[in-house]
């Protein structure tokens, strides 16, 4: 098995696709490369994603950044008689004009650099705060198939498709109505512009009785080397925009959206809306013909106005009032039930109910996600300050102590965290000996844990509608305590028990990890960890490093060793693990970015981060 595995290679490592810049490096003289990997190479290579017969395989696709002229080269160490035949397996995903000679495609990109010039009718422009585009204004391009240059164009952009755009598949560019938006970054440097590919959105007008059109964005996409700048918002908003002043056009749908899209089009959807007041005096529940005009005023599917409504009770929503809750979870549910009536008309009563609140209980956990917590620290960096510590970090907000007893709070405030800064305040104001007689140490929105003196050192450090499994008592004893969510809406305190015998500190996330809690054992400083369906402790397993604190937010946690060093895992899906990607990690692994960096107090809110260091 050993010896056939060495013949194996994965193809999406083994797939190396590099833009070219012409003469744009340190020197001159030198090409600037960018280099990345596709996320999905299954359409080409199977499920498994696999190459046979092959030893140190690397397969180049390189590109031309602004034609995207393409060139074909592949190396190995040793290679069997029955290999894979690669190239012949890629060809039907790839430009039509792909060339496998590296000297005529330097040429060519060399050529292309200067000369090429984005084709279609420009509709506007933009600048952006990215580090490294001072000298730039991105362009967006509105071109169909009879748009001279854009048929070839086309061609060679449809391969990213495939490999960044799960279950993507090659646009028939035979049918004239797809209408596409090209965004291109333009550079002037030394008085002459150049420009790159960024970014781009295919469309296409269905018909929509009697006498409009439904125009649906099949693929959207923003090149690796752009993402995270902002640039997949512009697109989208430039899009809706002109949807909006397209008399023809009745609404706006997208093709299957997965995630990352679906909180995007969230995001700029609510911010629109927003603008325009649709959500003042907003309470549930929210009568279907108001869900129907401000569809037909916005151009929006129902459904999507639906899901705005909902993330928009959700922000201002106090899960402490139960009528209130109960009446957002049916809000939800009847939505829900209307959409998925068919499936749920097989099951039984009893089973029908379960499978409906799992669905809002996975729904209302996406809203968390997607609502843009932690959207106010992104870019943010050092916040200079004479803090002492980080009090506690929210939904969307965190708050510090100052060296003189100070409490600020930053970000977007819930009732609930405004509580908590007004009780930090009176602690911190009213101690004698400047220690807090409360210790407010997270929250979850609608929830608020206190505790014992600072002095005492016993945190409550947890996350989550229901999230608090592990708790720390005075005596570092750590007790097992879950509130629970039920179909009904009621609030059920499990009885307490203790678990853990002698812990440092202690923190747990919510029903989104299953309960899990983590712990600081103060004999050894090892760290361990359980969840509700698996309660006994098992060890990360750390022979070398001693962790003396754990934080938990929403579905991920923070740890912090004897030296300083911060340490993260569980979801990235918002960036919060704080590496500059979205990989969540199973295990505690240094944050990169922090390296060197003696950190001395953190705390995590529901989808971000907070690091405070020594200096």
């Given at each position: 098995?050993?010896?056939?595995?060495?013949?194996v290679?994965?193809?999406?490592?083994?797939?190396?696709?590099?833009?070219?810049?012409?003469?744009?490096?340190d020197?001159?003289?030198?090409?600037?490369?960018?280099?990345?990997?596709?996320?999905?190479?299954?359409?080409?290579?199977g499920?498994?994603?696999?190459?046979?017969?092959?030893?140190?395989?690397?397969?180049?696709?390189?590109?031309?950044?602004g034609?995207?002229?393409?060139c074909?080269?592949?190396?190995?160490?040793?290679?069997?008689?029955?290999?894979?035949?690669?190239?012949s397996?890629?060809?039907?995903?790839?430009?039509?004009?792909?060339?496998?000679?590296?000297?005529?495609?330097?040429?060519?990109?060399q050529?292309?650099?200067?000369?090429?010039k984005?084709?279609?009718?420009?509709?506007?422009?933009y600048r952006?705060?990215?580090e490294?585009?001072?000298?730039?204004?991105?362009?967006?391009?509105?071109?169909?198939?009879?748009?001279?240059?854009?048929?070839?164009?086309?061609?060679?952009?449809?391969?990213?498709?495939?490999?960044?755009?799960?279950?993507?598949?090659i646009?028939?560019?035979t049918d004239?109505?797809?209408?596409?938006?090209?965004?291109?970054?333009?550079?002037?440097?030394?008085?002459?512009?150049?420009?790159?590919?960024?970014?781009?959105?295919?469309?296409?007008p269905?018909?929509?009785?009697?006498?409009q059109?439904?125009?649906?964005?099949?693929?959207?996409l923003?090149?690796?080397?752009?993402?995270k700048?902002?640039?997949?918002?512009?697109?989208?908003?430039?899009?809706?925009?002109?949807?909006?002043?397209?008399?023809e056009?009745?609404?706006?749908?997208v093709?299957?959206?997965?995630?990352?899209?679906?909180?995007?089009?969230?995001?700029?959807?609510?911010?629109?809306?927003?603008?325009?007041?649709?959500?003042?005096?907003?309470?549930?529940?929210?009568?279907?013909?108001?869900?129907?005009?401000?569809?037909?005023?916005?151009?929006?599917?129902?459904?999507?106005?639906?899901?705005?409504?909902?993330?928009?009770?959700?922000?201002?929503?106090?899960?402490?009032?139960?009528?209130?809750?109960?009446?957002?979870?049916?809000?939800?549910?009847?939505?829900?039930?209307?959409?998925?009536?068919?499936?749920?008309?097989?099951?039984?009563?009893?089973?029908?109910?379960e499978?409906?609140?799992?669905?809002?209980?996975?729904?209302?956990?996406?809203?968390?996600?997607?609502?843009?917590?932690?959207?106010?620290?992104q870019?943010?960096?050092?916040?200079?300050?004479?803090?002492?510590?980080?009090?506690?970090?929210?939904?969307?907000?965190?708050?510090t102590?100052?060296?003189?007893g100070?409490?600020?709070?930053?970000?977007?405030?819930?009732?609930?965290?405004?509580?908590?800064?007004?009780?930090?305040s009176?602690?911190?104001?009213?101690?004698?000996?400047?220690?807090a007689?409360v210790?407010l140490?997270?929250?979850?929105?609608?929830?608020?844990?206190?505790?014992?003196?600072?002095?005492?050192?016993?945190?409550?450090n947890?996350?989550?509608?229901?999230?608090?499994?592990?708790?720390?008592?005075?005596?570092?004893?750590?007790?097992?305590l879950c509130l629970?969510?039920?179909?009904?809406?009621?609030?059920?305190?499990?009885t307490?028990?203790?678990?853990?015998?002698?812990?440092?500190?202690?923190?747990?996330c919510?029903?989104?990890?299953?309960?899990?809690?983590?712990?600081?054992?103060?004999?050894?400083?090892?760290?361990?960890?359980w969840?509700?369906?698996?309660?006994?402790?098992k060890?990360?397993?750390?022979?070398t490093t001693?962790?003396?604190?754990?934080?938990?937010?929403e579905?991920?946690f923070?740890?912090?060793?004897?030296g300083?060093?911060?340490?993260?895992?569980?979801?990235?899906?918002?960036?919060?693990?704080?590496?500059?990607?979205?990989?969540?990690?199973?295990?505690?692994?240094?944050?990169?970015?922090?390296?060197g960096?003696?950190?001395?107090?953190?705390a995590?809110?529901?989808?971000?981060?907070?690091?405070?260091?020594?200096?």
């Amino acid at each position: 098995m050993n010896l056939l595995k060495q013949w194996v290679a994965n193809s999406s490592e083994a797939v190396n696709i590099r833009l070219a810049v012409p003469g744009s490096g340190d020197d001159d003289d030198e090409d600037d490369i960018i280099e990345f990997n596709p996320e999905f190479t299954y359409p080409i290579f199977g499920e498994q994603e696999q190459i046979f017969g092959y030893k140190d395989l690397m397969i180049n696709l390189e590109f031309a950044s602004g034609s995207l002229a393409s060139c074909f080269s592949m190396g190995y160490k040793e290679k069997k008689p029955t290999a894979d035949k690669i190239y012949s397996t890629m060809k039907d995903f790839l430009p039509d004009d792909i060339i496998d000679n590296h000297d005529l495609f330097t040429q060519i990109a060399q050529r292309d650099y200067i000369s090429f010039k984005p084709m279609g009718t420009k509709v506007s422009e933009y600048r952006s705060n990215a580090e490294g585009a001072e000298n730039s204004v991105f362009e967006f391009y509105h071109c169909n198939f009879d748009t001279p240059r854009f048929l070839e164009f086309h061609k060679r952009m449809q391969c990213f498709a495939i490999f960044f755009i799960e279950g993507a598949s090659i646009i028939e560019d035979t049918d004239e109505k797809w209408e596409a938006r090209l965004l291109f970054e333009r550079v002037s440097e030394n008085g002459q512009e150049t420009y790159n590919f960024v970014g781009y959105s295919n469309m296409y007008p269905y018909f929509y009785y009697p006498d409009q059109i439904r125009m649906r964005i099949s693929q959207f996409l923003i090149m690796p080397p752009y993402q995270k700048q902002g640039h997949g918002s512009r697109l989208y908003q430039s899009l809706y925009n002109d949807f909006c002043g397209r008399k023809e056009i009745r609404e706006m749908t997208v093709e299957d959206p997965n995630e990352e899209f679906s909180d995007l089009r969230d995001k700029n959807d609510m911010k629109h809306l927003d603008a325009k007041g649709v959500f003042n005096d907003l309470k549930a529940p929210i009568k279907k013909d108001r869900i129907e005009q401000v569809a037909a005023t916005y151009k929006l599917t129902k459904r999507q106005v639906a899901r705005c409504f909902e993330l928009a009770l959700l922000r201002k929503l106090d899960k402490r009032n139960q009528a209130q809750y109960r009446a957002f979870r049916l809000q939800v549910k009847e939505r829900l039930y209307k959409h998925n009536a068919e499936a749920l008309a097989t099951l039984e009563k009893e089973d029908r109910i379960e499978k409906l609140h799992e669905t809002f209980l996975s729904v209302e956990e996406d809203y968390h996600l997607s609502s843009g917590a932690g959207s106010f620290v992104q870019g943010l960096g050092p916040v200079p300050g004479d803090f002492s510590r980080v009090l506690f970090a929210g939904w969307a907000s965190y708050v510090t102590e100052s060296r003189q007893g100070q409490a600020t709070m930053y970000g977007e405030s819930s009732g609930a965290e405004t509580e908590l800064l007004r009780l930090c305040s009176l602690a911190t104001s009213n101690s004698k000996d400047g220690n807090a007689e409360v210790d407010l140490q997270s929250t979850s929105e609608g929830s608020v844990w206190s505790n014992m003196a600072r002095k005492r050192r016993r945190s409550v450090n947890c996350y989550g509608w229901d999230a608090l499994q592990g708790f720390l008592s005075p005596d570092g004893y750590v007790v097992a305590l879950c509130l629970n969510d039920n179909t009904t809406g009621t609030a059920e305190l499990y009885t307490p028990r203790q678990v853990y015998a002698t812990a440092m500190d202690v923190a747990s996330c919510g029903s989104s990890t299953d309960y899990c809690t983590v712990v600081v054992d103060r004999q050894t400083g090892g760290l361990y960890h359980w969840t509700l369906s698996d309660p006994v402790p098992k060890d990360f397993g750390s022979e070398t490093t001693k962790f003396s604190r754990v934080w938990a937010g929403e579905a991920h946690f923070l740890a912090l060793d004897e030296g300083g060093t911060l340490y993260s895992w569980g979801s990235s899906r918002h960036g919060q693990l704080g590496n500059g990607d979205l990989m969540s990690k199973t295990s505690p692994e240094p944050v990169e970015p922090l390296e060197g960096i003696r950190i001395v107090d953190a705390a995590c809110g529901a989808s971000f981060s907070v690091a405070l260091s020594v200096t």
